[in-house]
């Protein structure tokens, strides 16, 4: 029914990839296990290398433990001054942000208004980065929706009558006509697969007086950020027109 779209022919960007953060993590791999080797080796190859199993914990402490902090100090500066630039040049206004919040992105596009925000959440061991956006409707709709991004172990099939939606979403709908036109509206649609291809957990809402999409990571690349915010506005009018029809 749908023709391969090449990227050319995208709604929304690949997200460009954090090769510094993707080359530390590497990095860093390398060198723990290295280290747990040399380790678990003992003192006879230790020595043999001109140095011994103890010294290693001034280079483990250095890679281990500081460097990162100092990289996530870095990261966290690039992407507040990203959002500061993409606010500024956007027309929107933008918080600041503190040693424990996040800058907030804030005004109007396309007749609505809008907000982006980051959130952080733990998880077992590790930290996930959130980046959430609201467009805000001029009055409370009838219809809900919701399409999430399907885990691994999520079994569940949606029913939509699009094999390749329900392959990759799980979708909850009060209007099945809302719904069925954005599955059949190429842009809508393809915008959506393009979501779920740049984002591991991916969720998007409508309800009463908002459209909300929250997605994994953190985005700084504008012409990202400005396409999702181009793609929520058409399901915003989408919504509005189904609300006036009835």
């Given at each position: ?13 690949r ?34 290398l ?62 609505h ?134």
């Amino acid at each position: 029914m749908f023709s391969k779209i090449d990227d050319s022919d995208r709604i929304i960007p690949r997200r460009r990839a954090n090769l510094v953060g993707k080359l530390f993590q590497g990095g860093l791999s390398i060198f723990l296990i290295i280290y747990i080797g040399l380790l678990l080796l003992g003192g006879d190859v230790t020595g043999s290398l001109g140095f011994y199993t103890e010294w290693l914990f001034i280079p483990f402490i250095v890679v281990g433990v500081i460097l990162p902090v100092v990289v996530s100090m870095i990261s966290r500066w690039r992407q507040k001054r990203a959002w500061e630039e993409f606010a500024s040049s956007m027309g929107f206004q933008v918080t600041k942000a503190t040693s424990r919040a996040f800058p907030v992105i804030g005004g109007t596009f396309r007749g609505h208004k809008i907000a982006l925000t980051q959130t952080s959440q733990q998880r077992g061991r590790s930290r996930m980065f959130f980046t959430s956006y609201v467009v805000t409707l001029p009055e409370n709709t009838r219809n809900t929706l919701t399409i999430k991004k399907r885990s691994l172990t999520n079994f569940n099939r949606s029913n939509t009558g699009d094999e390749e939606i329900d392959g990759k979403f799980e979708v909850k709908a009060s209007s099945k006509k809302v719904l069925d036109e954005i599955i059949t509206t190429n842009r809508l649609r393809q915008g959506l697969l393009d979501l779920a291809e740049n984002n591991t957990s991916l969720h998007l809402g409508v309800e009463k007086k908002s459209i909300r999409l929250i997605e994994s990571g953190q985005v700084g690349d504008p012409e990202y950020l400005t396409a999702v915010l181009r793609y929520l506005v058409d399901i915003a009018y989408l919504v509005e027109r189904s609300d006036r029809i009835g």
